[in-house]
Nanobody, 115 residues
C-alpha cells in the first residue's frame, strides 16, 4: 500500500510561482513513476508531469518550460515547481504513483491562479 499526501496549494497571482510537495509513505521504495495530474472544473483529469527513479521526466505541452518536477527518493518526496503560472493552471492537483501494478492518488490540492 502507498499513501500520497499533497501540500503547498494556494492562491497565486498570474506570473507568480508556487511549489507543490507530495509525501509518499508505505511501500514506497518501488513507486515508479511518480508525478502530478490536475483537474479543472468541468474538465477531465490530465497529466502535468511525471518522473521516474532514473530522473527521466515527461511534461504536458501546456506546462513545458514553466513547471519543473523533481524527486527526492531518500525522503520519498516528489515536487512540482510552478513558475509563470497562468489562470488556466487553476485546478485541483493530484499526486500520482504507480506501484506493484496499481495506481495510487493523493486526495488532491487546490491551486488557484487569479489576480
Amino acid at each position: 500500500q502507498v499513501q500520497l499526501v499533497e501540500s503547498g496549494g494556494d492562491l497565486v497571482q498570474p506570473g507568480g510561482s508556487l511549489r507543490l510537495s507530495c509525501a509518499a509513505s508505505g511501500t514506497v521504495f518501488s513507486v515508479n513513476p511518480m508525478g502530478w495530474y490536475r483537474q479543472a472544473p468541468g474538465k477531465q483529469r490530465e497529466l502535468v508531469a511525471v518522473i521516474n527513479t532514473g530522473g527521466s521526466t515527461n511534461y504536458a505541452d501546456s506546462v513545458k518550460g514553466r513547471f519543473t518536477i523533481s524527486r527526492d527518493s531518500a525522503k520519498n518526496m516528489v515536487y512540482l515547481q510552478m513558475s509563470s503560472v497562468k489562470p488556466e493552471d487553476t485546478a485541483v492537483y493530484y499526486c500520482y504513483g504507480y506501484h506493484n501494478f496499481r495506481e495510487y492518488w493523493g486526495q488532491g490540492i487546490q491551486v488557484t491562479v487569479s489576480s
